[in-house]
């Protein structure tokens, strides 16, 4: 039987990065287009040669589209690399690389944005091109800059994650514009949803991925008041996070790298949190907090990104 036929309402997905596109990717393939919303951070965007970038954004679209790069979970698959080739060439920036597959996108996007469109909109248009049939919508179409404190300043997160390969020292974070950010229209229709069946934060990182998203005008206050069930997926199994500088920001601002401070830094969002096996030693500290589901949450394949996507959805239901 197919999640689609036990697990009947709607669900909101929060989602940055490589982790949160993975289990989108597994969402999408047991629940029907119109059940899910994937609402995707955007504070990792910048403008760079003039173009607007979307990381997360794209890494969602290129995953579902199945066009991702599978060795990297980020860019395109079978890329090339003229346009920088040429760039470095003539001496210009080239820390961040845009494949040619990928420079087509923002050059398609820059082009609309310019016209008036918003990125919800241009997002949407970008889902139809590439035969991704989930709602997947920017978290805000205002702009919101996450910002990295280090000793040695603020760094936007880019240069922070790319151009510095998250050397810097991490203190804090803040998010540029957000206090005037307006909050997604579809993101804030699907919270207020009668059929909502429940929220799921993606295997995603809490402070720079997730962080953003709750940081919008009301969003924290909404989730924390929702009567449907809240669930995360733990980013980080063994002390270690999958992908990312989750686990390093972790140690930097002095928090024990597990998935107990995940629930800790969750507390008063979520009904239950779903950790991996190897920290199954966790269970009883998290479940002072919140409930918890002790499941496989590796995905390697795509057979485990559906199986999460299973497990995540069966937790909902047992929390309602």
């Given at each position: 039987?197919?999640?689609?036929?036990?697990?009947?309402?709607?669900?909101?997905?929060?989602?940055?990065?490589?982790?949160?596109?993975?289990?989108?990717?597994?969402?999408?393939?047991?629940?029907?287009?119109?059940?899910?919303?994937?609402?995707?951070?955007?504070g990792d965007d910048f403008e760079h040669l003039g173009l607007k970038i979307c990381p997360d954004l794209d890494t969602v679209l290129y995953t579902l589209a199945g066009v991702n790069n599978p060795e990297t979970g980020w860019?395109?698959?079978?890329?090339?690399?003229?346009?920088?080739?040429?760039?470095?060439?003539?001496?210009?920036?080239?820390?961040?690389?845009?494949?040619?597959?990928?420079?087509?996108?923002?050059?398609?996007?820059a082009h609309m944005l310019a016209s008036g469109q918003s990125l919800s909109a241009v997002t949407s248009h970008?889902?139809?091109?590439?035969?991704?049939?989930?709602?997947?919508?920017?978290?805000?179409?205002?702009?919101?800059?996450?910002?990295?404190?280090?000793?040695?300043?603020?760094l936007s997160f880019q240069h922070y994650f790319v151009k510095e390969q998250c050397a810097p020292c991490v203190e804090g974070f803040h998010f540029e514009g957000v206090t005037a950010a307006h909050a997604n229209r579809a993101?804030?229709?699907?919270?207020?949803?009668?059929?909502?069946?429940g929220i799921i934060?993606?295997?995603?990182?809490?402070?720079v991925s997730i962080g953003p998203i709750l940081e919008l005008p009301s969003i924290r206050e909404r989730i924390g008041s929702l009567r449907a069930p809240r669930i995360a997926i733990s980013p980080i199994i063994g002390g270690r996070a999958v992908k990312g500088p989750a686990a390093k920001m972790m140690h930097e601002?002095?928090?024990?790298?597990?998935?107990?401070?995940?629930?800790?830094?969750?507390?008063?969002?979520?009904?239950?949190?779903?950790?991996?096996?190897?920290d199954a030693?966790?269970?009883?500290?998290?479940?002072?907090h919140m409930a918890s589901l002790v499941c496989p949450t590796l995905m390697n394949t795509l057979r485990d990104r559906i199986d999460l996507a299973r497990s995540s959805l069966d937790f909902l239901k047992d929390l309602t």
């Open positions: 039987m197919t999640a689609s036929k036990i697990f009947r309402k709607n669900i909101v997905a929060l989602c940055g990065g490589v982790g949160g596109a993975k289990l989108a990717l597994g969402l999408s393939h047991v629940l029907p287009p119109e059940q899910l919303t994937i609402v995707v951070n955007t860019g395109r698959a079978e890329e090339t690399w003229s346009c920088m080739e040429v760039l470095e060439a003539l001496g210009s920036e080239t820390w961040f690389k845009l494949g040619d597959k990928d420079l087509a996108l923002h050059l398609e996007r970008f889902c139809k091109q590439l035969g991704v049939s989930a709602n997947v919508v920017p978290m805000s179409d205002d702009p919101v800059r996450t910002m990295i404190e280090t000793p040695e300043g603020v993101f804030l229709n699907a919270l207020d949803d009668p059929n909502l069946g934060f993606c295997p995603s990182n809490p402070f601002l002095d928090l024990p790298v597990s998935s107990l401070a995940v629930a800790t830094h969750y507390k008063g969002l979520l009904d239950g949190l779903i950790i991996d096996q190897v030693s966790e269970k009883v500290e998290i479940e002072r």
